[in-house]
């Protein structure tokens, strides 16, 4: 009997805080005002030290860790890379029990005559890039406040205070949208805001830094501030700082509109910080690779992250899709409208990285003739929609696919940015040349000037806004792109006077990207890449060497006999398309070693566009500035 009544008092104890109900978030202020203090100066051990303070009542409450990160369309929150909590009250420990259902949820039964819970804890950023993207080096730290902030159920974040403090290593300097009460030192003391405008705003800081104004003279600013690996990488040149300051221009040109009190570029070149592209409000984290601005010529492609970034602010952040009108940061996203939050804004990305002269016209047509070759050709689209694409972020979690092309990823992103095209050129076809979807973008993103907060949409304000412009059957002319299979949204491309064509030659840029990448690119002729290592990567679903037993895991180590080098094999296939003779691969798989031979006679084959005769060039049109 004394077994069985401890065992129910055991059960009943554990099962207070087995998958518990949370509070439903209301919408209503927080009584008090979260104090958050960052310890950031460990860039030894990587070790991000919190303490938090949160005011609290006698009773049970629950503390949540966010699960559902903005701008990254999926429960990707690093809770791996959180440790160390402990809770106390007025000195005395507090016992914290996390949901055994919902794992992001932590209950406390709080004392009598406790205000304010202690939390102290740790964020552990990776020390190797098998943990995780790395968010801290000895030069350079990125701040993504989600990751370092718990914060109380029940109420919608945008009505809970929070006052920050960090501290920087010793004589850093720093970019973020938040706005600075006061500096002591190194402890950077941050004015009061709400939890869901302050996850929004991270924080880079470094070493060698260097602030850019962009918009001198305007009452709005924006800025880029660069931090990197080393002094000399931080450094711009008038002509290269002239086309950072082309875009913002081209920017407002377009949208006729500013969404934002103050806008920041956080921007790291570091071979050792992680790449990152995000999105937020009123600034934007973007990292590429160190020689940005010493190497100009050679790192084109990078060029084309800040304009989509910035273009996020009007779309994706100030219009943004009502199923992402959520109350906290553990409430699902729902990511069906993500062919326009991301698919627009790559189109727009695209536009304004010419417009702007951040790359050239004839770059972005290459970077257009890449995806229109990708998706006419993929397996996948036989059996998946670009709207199914849109739930990869929280089916997949952005993990590498062995079989991309017959898996898709995703896709709303590149092919979203075609059939953006595709209605691009369909205005401009109807209207004889007087309406684009510039017309749109100043309609839909241009509304309340100065407003910084999120207006939401649905399908029917996208369809009803275009039918202002231009009336037509826009729903289904997009419900059939989006949510049907068929061939790939190429129509655009034939309106506006060009056509995808194969030749044995790469274009200029994408040369560069393949030199840059140090890989060698067979996707359309032997249905494969070769990696830097000799590793077979990108294997197409029914592409030659896929047909000939190729999989993941495989390293290329020999042509036709011969030490593989990428010039040996591109000769190879040269001389199959004459010869008629299969091309004899020795190849590692795992442990076992093994000969493979394909027979493809196709040649080299590389994308690109162009011009159909006697047609109107109106991508030329499409990709020039404004005037």
Excluded: C
């Amino acid at each position: 009997m004394k077994l069985a009544l401890l065992s129910m008092l055991m059960g009943a104890a554990f099962s207070a805080h087995a998958g518990s109900p949370l509070p439903a978030p209301v919408d209503q202020n927080y009584p008090g005002t979260l104090v958050l203090k960052v310890d950031a100066s460990d860039t030894v051990q990587n070790i991000f030290r919190v303490k938090e303070s949160i005011p609290a009542k006698p009773g049970k409450m629950t503390l949540l860790y966010p699960q559902w990160v903005p701008a990254n369309h999926g429960p990707s929150s690093p809770i791996n890379q959180f440790a160390g909590l402990k809770i106390s009250a007025n000195g005395k420990p507090v016992t914290w029990h996390r949901d055994n259902v919902n794992v992001f949820a932590f209950h406390v039964e709080v004392p009598a005559g406790t205000r304010t819970l202690d939390l102290e804890y740790q964020f552990l950023s990776p020390t190797e890039a098998n943990q995780g993207r790395t968010t801290m080096t000895p030069e350079i730290l990125g701040i993504q406040w989600h990751a370092v902030t718990m914060y109380p159920a029940g109420y919608y974040t945008r009505r809970i205070p929070i006052q920050a403090t960090v501290t920087v290593p010793q004589g850093w300097q720093y970019g973020s949208a938040l706005e600075l009460d006061e500096r002591k030192g190194d402890d950077l003391v941050f004015k009061t805001t709400d939890l869901e405008t302050f996850v929004d705003s991270p924080l880079f800081a470094g070493h060698y830094f260097k602030r850019y104004d962009l918009d001198p003279g305007a009452k709005i600013p924006v800025h880029m501030n660069v931090v990197a690996d080393t002094a000399e990488a931080v450094e711009a040149k008038p002509e290269q700082l002239e086309l950072h300051r082309n875009l913002i221009k081209q920017a407002y040109k377009l949208f006729q509109s500013q969404h934002y009190k103050h806008y920041d570029f956080l921007f790291a070149l570091s071979d050792e910080f992680g790449g990152v592209g995000r999105e937020h409000h009123q600034s934007s984290e973007n990292g590429v690779k160190l020689d940005y601005f010493t190497d100009w010529n050679k790192a084109e492609s990078m060029r084309g992250l800040l304009p989509h970034e910035f273009t996020h602010s009007w779309d994706g952040k100030f219009r943004r899709p009502a199923g992402q009108d959520v109350p906290d940061f553990n409430t699902p996203l729902q990511n069906d409208l993500l062919w326009v939050y991301e698919g627009q804004t790559q189109f727009w990305g695209q536009v304004l990285s010419a417009r702007s002269g951040l790359q050239k016209s004839a770059s972005v047509r290459d970077q257009i003739a890449v995806n229109a070759a990708r998706y006419s050709s993929i397996a996948g689209r036989e059996w998946r929609t670009v709207q199914d694409t849109t739930y990869d972020p929280i089916i997949n979690s952005r993990r590498p696919l062995g079989w991309s092309s017959y898996q898709r990823s995703e896709d709303y992103y590149n092919e979203g940015a075609l059939i953006w095209l595709d209605v691009d050129t369909k205005l401009r076809e109807m209207s004889g040349d007087k309406l684009s979807l510039d017309d749109f973008a100043r309609k839909f993103y241009g509304v309340k000037d100065g407003m910084n907060t999120a207006l939401h949409y649905t399908f029917d304000d996208v369809v009803k806004t275009l039918n202002s412009i231009q009336p037509y059957d826009w729903a289904s002319f997009l419900h059939t792109r989006v949510e049907e299979l068929g061939p790939a949204p190429l129509d655009g491309l034939a309106r506006a006077g060009w056509k995808l064509v194969f030749t044995d030659k790469q274009t200029e840029y994408l040369k560069s990207v393949e030199d840059r990448s140090k890989s060698a690119d067979f996707i359309y002729s032997l249905g494969f890449n070769v990696g830097s290592e000799g590793k077979i990567e990108s294997i197409q679903w029914d592409g030659a060497g896929f047909k000939a037993g190729l999989s993941g895991n495989t390293t290329l180590l020999a042509v036709n006999g011969r030490a593989y080098k990428p010039e040996l094999l591109r000769a190879a296939v040269t001389a199959a398309k004459d010869s008629k003779k299969p091309i004899d691969l020795l190849v590692k798989h795992g442990q076992q070693y093994r000969t493979v031979s394909l027979a493809y006679y196709g040649g080299l084959r590389y994308p690109r566009l162009e011009r159909i005769e006697g047609t109107k060039d109106r991508l030329e049109i499409l990709l020039s500035p404004l005037k």
